[in-house]
């Protein structure tokens, strides 16, 4: 059974940082491209970031880059996100998921099979 357990959330303050990470089990991980997802309250899913299998490519939603970063570690299973100078408007369930694929930017939750229970971030202005 795959399983994506993510950690790292809480309350923080505005311009604080945070790292989220993802666990997984049930699947070879290096397989499979990575991804971020956060869900803001009344509002849809909202793509964040996503890794290649080896980590090499990394995609970012726009307004995020520079301050978020997803990285990985295939020994340790886990796909981790940094995130740094952190806004009110950052405060979401934080989801990562396993892509249907190595490669890709994918940032459709339509190209993931499996995500996790998500993690909260609050953020205090």
């Known amino acids: 059974q795959v399983q994506l357990v993510e950690s790292g959330g809480g309350l923080v303050q505005a311009g604080d940082s945070l790292r989220l990470s993802c666990a997984a089990s049930?699947?070879?991980?290096?397989?499979?491209?990575m991804g971020w997802f956060r869900q803001a309250p009344g509002k849809e899913r909202d793509f964040v970031a996503s890794?290649?299998?080896?980590?090499?490519?990394?995609y970012y939603k726009d307004s995020l880059k520079g301050r978020f970063t997803i990285s990985r570690d295939n020994a340790q299973n886990t796909v981790y996100l940094q995130m740094n100078r952190l806004k009110p408007e950052d405060t979401a369930v934080y989801y990562c998921?396993?892509?249907?694929?190595?490669?890709?930017?994918?940032?459709?939750?339509?190209?993931?099979?499996?995500r996790g229970q998500g993690t909260h971030v609050t953020v205090s202005s």
């Open positions: 049930g699947l070879t991980f290096a397989r499979y491209a």
């Open positions: 890794i290649s299998w080896n980590g090499i490519s990394t």
């Open positions: 998921a396993a892509g249907r694929t190595a490669w890709g930017q994918l940032r459709s939750p339509n190209e993931y099979d499996v």
